[in-house]
Every structure is written in structure tokens, then in C-alpha cells.
């Protein structure tokens, strides 16, 4: 095996082929002397030692010669460098590559530095999650071209065969794949393949989240603690058919969307992760939005689906578990010992998740109140776009780590019948538990990106956090609503808020984040914001434009993420009568809480008050019984390998 190290000592073929000539020719001549010297010669042996001796001259003579040129050769390069070292020393700003401790062309690498880092960058940013989750490949929408233009705009000379095999190769196997030395954990992906659903109000939300990565980075890791939410991943608990060993199969089941027709709803036969993605912020990085990283500690929180839920309230307590977690501690809290001023949650836009959901906005103004925050900011991406999200990054590894997991069965012996249903609830509550458990128990070994994994079960029974109560006078100085982006702020009146401990007044002046709005340089078109007055954040978000009036107070000017939210504010701060209070007429009815009615409304599923519905109007869907079974897993492998281990959304 050729080592990787150079050595000292370059091959020299030539000289080996005529040394081992010339013992060949040594050993016959002295075998020919010894049989001559022994009387066994016959006639014409003395002519043969005579040839055999004069072969063995010349080739000697021509080793000779060879290793007097290597050697000459050896003076004159040594020369030569010494030569072109003294004159680099005479004119350093002379930049010469000839001189190389190694032998061949050097990668570009070698004088490009930071190149493969550059490519890193521009494909990470913009970029989401791999397919299915199953590789931590970022997967990146952009083309090979683009790439290449963008490190030769960048000031990097690399021709476009050089980029791409940087690049992971398609088939490592082949050919060409060996030719892929040095890559990057990127691989480029057809433009027409990129399954995520465009939505009317991506780049809304784009600007949104640029624009809480640009704060986070101007501030910095010390005043700014940034997580990442996500419960969309489910954990069946499958029965394999009797006659096989019978393992309880678990796998991670992945919804990417919300799509109307199979929002999976009611108890499932599943255990339900919620996973926190701590975020990094790097120092020094100001107004570079990659400064927010991807990595930092995760913690999990694991329930049963059947019998306990992930609610707006488990989110909440889960977010004050996590800020007393020793993990986090270095994210999460300040030099003053308490948790950093500035809070930023970037959550999946599910109906328990989004910050328009009020029970959402009432334990953010708890969390904003208990640490004291000057600002607490939770938003999330347009519908279909959440693989953004980035805590999605952290799922490709912990999926992964659960594809082969095979938990023994009947641990606490068998709670359901031939068919996966249940029948006995109370050994299925401690199964449950013991799957929980061990769920748990595998992720916490795990090490993300150099950075732990906490996760724990949660049995159900819990006792959840109360939320603070507020005026709806405090409600409208502090809290801004919108369809995607909650934000909470301290208010200017020190007799209300206590004094600030970061520097986001400096730079949101006006208290909170302003609307996004389109601009262009030709034709030149810069929207005038109204005189003196905030115009709703959502002014410009395509797919609201219709509703903004509606949801606006016409005495005030506020601006609400619902026509009910507003109607309370009429209420409440101006006493105006609310005349006829317009109700929402929902396309379908998913599911029902106490007070609550999971609805689907235009594109998107969300809890609304029952008094705020049409309930005449509401199509009541054939209502189909929630699927409560365990899925029968015949034949194990067969089952991984239908793809089971991740569950697509198309
Ligand atoms: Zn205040
Ligand atoms: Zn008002």
C-alpha cells in the first residue's frame, strides 16, 4: 500500500529494474566460474563467462551513470530553490507557488483557503433539510452553475468541474465518484425535484426570519438565546404479527405539511417527541445572518400519544424544563445568572405551534413576564415551507439513530389483541411508559454535532403552567400580532417595564419589528409607511391582504392576527359595541377541545374559540374515528425497506 505521507525518497524504477539485472547476471557468472573451477565445463564455457562478464560491466556502467544524473539533479533543484528563496526573501511581495514540500499540482485548497468552508456557506443558507431525513446532506436548491458563479463572484479561481467535485459525488463507486477527493457535505439537487410546496407568503416569511437572524447577530450570543421547536415527528409503536419474535418496531414518522385531507388528528398508537434545537449564535458576526448557526444542545421531550398530547402548555413548560437544563446553560443564561434579555423561538407552524394561536401568545407573555425579557420573538415559515425550520437539521441524526431499533415486546406482558387493538388500558399505560423510556434513554447517548441530546418521558398527568393574566391595555403597548411573528417587547413607561438589559431598543426603536415591505430600485418604488402610524406588520403578506382591514381596530389603528382578537381589544380598551360579530366559517372540523374547534380555514389548520365559529355553517365531515390500532408489521425488514422508517408527505 502506497502510504499518504510523501517520502523522502522519489522511485526510481530505472535503477531498480538494472540493479536486480545485474544479481541475476552475478549469480550466473559466479554459478558458470564455480562449474568451470570444478572441471564440469565443456568447450566454449570460457566464452560465456567472458560474455557474461562484459554484460554485467555494462550494465554496471549504466547504474553508474544513472545515479550520477539523479544526483546531479538533486544538486541542481536544491540550487534552484535556494536560488528562488533568496529572491523571495529580497522581494516578498513576490507571491510564487513553485516551491511545494510535495510533489504534483497543488489543490486549490492550498492557495484558496477557506474555499470549501465558502461553499458550505452558500449552500447551507437557503438550503433545507435532506430528503426523508435519512443523511445529514444538506440539500441545496441551487445549481451547479450558480454555485460556481457565486465563489467566482466570491474571488475564487475555480473552474466549474473543479466546484463540483467538491461536491459529494453522485455514485462514490464509479469512476468519476473517485475523482471527488476533498468534498463538502453538499449535493446538488435537480431544480424540478425540490418538493416543497411554494407558498404565496415564503418570501414574507423569509424577510421575517432575515430579519430576527440580522438582530440576532448584531446583538450577539450574550444577550440573545435562540431555540428552535418541532413536534411534527411521530414514534408508532408497532406489533409485529404473532408468529415472528414479536419486537414492538419503532420508527420516526415525519410530517413535513400540513395538508388538509390527512391531518392526522385524535389518539394515536404513538409516542410524541417534542424536540427543542438549541441555536448557536456565533460572536462577532454582525449583520452576517449566518451567524446563526445550526448546531447547539437538544433536548426532547417524549409523550404518549394516546394519552397525553403536546400542547401549547407542554411547549411552555417544556421551554422552562429546558432553561434550567445544565446543557443549555451556556445558551441560555446570561453572566447576571438570568436567562439572556432577548428571546427568539422559531416554531413549526402547526395549530398548537403558531404564534397567532392565542393560547401560544398568553404563556409567551408568561415566559416574557417570569424572565423578564425585553423582547421574546416566535415565528414560523409559511405553510409547507417548515423544513427550513432549524431544528430540522437535528432530525436527519435522530432519525436515523432509531431506523434499526428493535424494543423487546410484552415488556410488561401483551395490551393488545391479534388485531393491534387495545384491551387491557392499564398494562398499555406502563408499555407505553417502558417504550417512552427506552425512546429517551437511546437519544440522550446521542451527540449532535458535538453538542449532547437530552431527552426524557413525560408520563401523562402532568401538572401544566398557569398563564399569566394582562389588561388588554398592557396587551396592546407590549404585544404585536400577525399571521406568522409574535412579538413581545418592554414598553418606554418605567413606571411599567423594568429597565432594559440589552441593546434592542438601539435598534428597534420604534419598539417592534417594522413591516416588511417590497421594494425596487427600477422602477423606483419604496411604499410610504402612513404619517407617524405603525402600519400592520402583515400590510404586505400576500395571502392576507383581503383580511388586514378586517383585522385592524379602526379607533387605534392595531393591528391583530384575528377578526375575534381585534373584537376583544374594541371591547375591552375602547368599550365600543361590537356589532355584528362576524363568525368564521371553517371547511371542515377536525377535532374538538373544551371551548376549542380544530378547524380547517382557507389553507391552514388552526384552534379557534367555539364562540367565534359558524357552527351552522360548518360542513360537518363524515367524521372518521381517530386510528387507534398499532400497525402490524409482518415482516421486519420488509417494513424498513418499504420506506416505513420515514414517512413521506407526498
Ligand atoms: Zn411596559
Ligand atoms: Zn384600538
Not at 459529494?168 to 464509479?174: A, M, N, R, V
Not at 450577539?220 to 435562540?226: D, I, L, N, T
Not at 411599567?496 to 440589552?502: L, V
Not at 359595541?577 to 388552526?606: D, G, N, T, W
Request: hydrophobic residues 35%; glycine residues 6%; contains cysteine.
Amino acid at each position: 500500500m502506497p502510504s499518504l505521507s510523501v517520502s523522502t525518497t522519489a522511485p526510481t524504477p530505472k535503477q531498480d529494474a538494472l540493479k536486480s539485472e545485474i544479481s541475476v547476471l552475478e549469480v550466473e557468472l559466479n554459478a558458470t566460474v564455480r562449474k568451470r573451477d570444478a572441471g564440469l565445463g565443456k568447450d566454449g564455457i570460457e566464452k560465456k563467462i567472458k560474455k557474461l562478464r562484459h554484460d554485467t560491466d555494462v550494465k554496471k556502467k549504466e547504474l553508474k551513470n544513472k545515479l550520477l544524473r539523479a544526483e546531479n539533479m538533486r544538486k541542481f533543484r536544491a540550487k534552484q530553490k535556494a536560488q528562488v528563496l533568496s529572491l523571495k526573501s529580497a522581494h516578498p511581495n513576490v507571491q510564487s507557488s513553485s516551491i511545494r514540500t510535495q510533489p504534483g499540482r497543488p489543490a486549490l485548497e492550498e492557495n484558496q483557503s477557506g474555499l470549501l468552508q465558502v461553499i458550505c456557506d452558500i449552500a447551507t443558507h437557503g438550503s433545507s433539510a435532506a430528503d426523508r431525513r435519512r443523511s445529514e446532506v444538506l440539500r441545496t436548491c441551487k445549481t451547479l452553475d450558480e454555485l460556481h458563479a457565486r465563489l467566482v463572484e466570491d474571488g475564487f479561481f475555480i473552474s466549474r468541474t473543479s466546484t463540483y467535485r467538491r461536491l459529494i459525488p453522485k455514485y462514490s463507486g464509479s469512476l468519476e465518484g473517485k475523482r471527488h477527493v476533498t468534498t463538502v457535505p453538499v449535493r446538488l439537487c435537480r431544480a424540478q425535484t425540490d418538493r416543497h410546496r411554494d407558498h404565496a407568503d415564503q418570501y414574507f416569511c423569509k424577510a421575517t426570519a432575515n430579519g430576527l437572524e440580522e438582530l440576532a447577530s448584531v446583538l450577539g450570543p450574550e444577550q440573545v438565546v435562540f431555540i428552535s421547536q418541532d413536534d411534527k415527528a411521530k414514534v408508532p409503536i408497532g406489533k409485529t404479527a404473532a408468529k415472528v419474535q414479536a419486537p414492538v418496531l419503532m420508527h420516526v414518522s415525519y410530517k413535513v405539511r400540513l395538508d388538509d385531507h390527512d391531518f392526522a388528528v385524535g389518539e394515536r398508537h404513538q409516542l410524541t417527541p417534542s424536540v427543542y434545537a438549541g441555536i448557536i449564535i456565533k460572536e462577532n458576526c454582525m449583520g452576517r445572518k449566518e451567524a446563526v448557526t445550526y448546531s447547539g444542545p437538544t433536548y426532547i421531550v417524549i409523550r404518549s400519544g394516546k394519552h397525553s398530547s403536546s400542547t401549547a402548555t407542554t411547549h411552555a413548560k417544556d421551554l422552562i424544563k429546558l432553561l434550567t437544563l445544565n446543557d443549555f446553560k451556556n445558551l441560555a443564561i446570561g453572566k447576571d445568572g438570568k436567562v439572556k434579555p432577548v428571546m427568539i423561538l422559531s416554531v413549526d407552524g402547526g395549530p398548537d405551534e403558531n404564534p397567532r394561536y392565542k393560547k401560544v401568545i398568553s404563556n409567551c407573555i408568561s415566559h416574557f413576564k417570569e424572565y423578564d425579557l425585553d423582547g421574546l420573538f416566535v415565528f414560523t415559515n409559511a405553510p409547507g415551507r417548515s423544513a427550513y425550520n432549524r431544528v430540522e437539521r437535528r432530525m436527519a441524526p435522530l432519525s436515523r439513530e432509531l431506523a434499526t431499533v428493535v424494543l423487546p415486546y410484552e415488556h410488561y406482558g401483551s395490551h393488545l389483541d391479534s388485531q393491534g387493538k387495545t384491551i387491557d388500558n392499564e398494562l398499555e399505560l406502563i408499555n407505553f411508559q417502558h417504550a417512552g423510556e427506552t425512546l429517551a434513554e437511546i437519544w440522550s447517548q446521542m451527540v449532535i454535532d458535538g453538542h449532547n441530546v437530552i431527552a426524557e418521558y413525560v408520563p401523562p398527568g402532568e401538572t401544566l403552567p398557569e398563564t399569566a393574566q394582562v389588561s388588554d391595555t398592557w396587551y396592546g403597548n407590549h404585544v404585536r400580532e400577525s399571521q406568522y411573528f409574535l412579538q413581545i417587547t418592554k414598553c418606554a413607561d418605567d413606571s411599567c417595564c423594568a429597565p432594559r438589559r440589552s441593546a434592542l431598543k438601539n435598534i428597534l426603536y420604534q419598539g417592534f419589528f417594522p413591516a416588511p415591505f417590497p421594494m425596487s430600485q427600477n422602477p423606483f418604488r419604496i411604499p410610504n409607511p402612513d404619517e407617524g402610524r405603525e402600519i400592520p406588520y402583515d400590510t404586505y403578506c400576500p395571502s392576507i391582504k383581503d383580511d388586514i382591514t378586517g383585522r385592524t381596530c379602526t379607533i387605534c389603528g392595531l393591528y391583530f392576527a384575528s377578526k375575534s382578537s381585534m373584537n376583544n381589544h374594541r371591547k375591552n380598551v375602547h368599550g365600543s359595541a361590537v356589532h355584528h360579530m362576524s363568525r368564521v366559517r371553517p371547511l371542515r372540523v377536525l377535532s374538538r377541545r373544551p371551548q376549542e374547534v380544530l378547524c380547517i380555514v382557507k389553507e391552514s389548520v388552526e384552534w379557534i374559540d367555539v364562540e367565534a365559529i359558524d357552527e351552522e355553517k360548518i360542513i360537518t365531515s363524515e367524521d372518521i374515528p381517530p386510528d387507534t390500532t398499532a400497525p402490524v408489521i409482518y415482516d421486519v425488514s420488509e417494513w424498513i425497506d418499504a420506506g416505513n422508517v420515514f414517512v413521506e408527505d407526498d
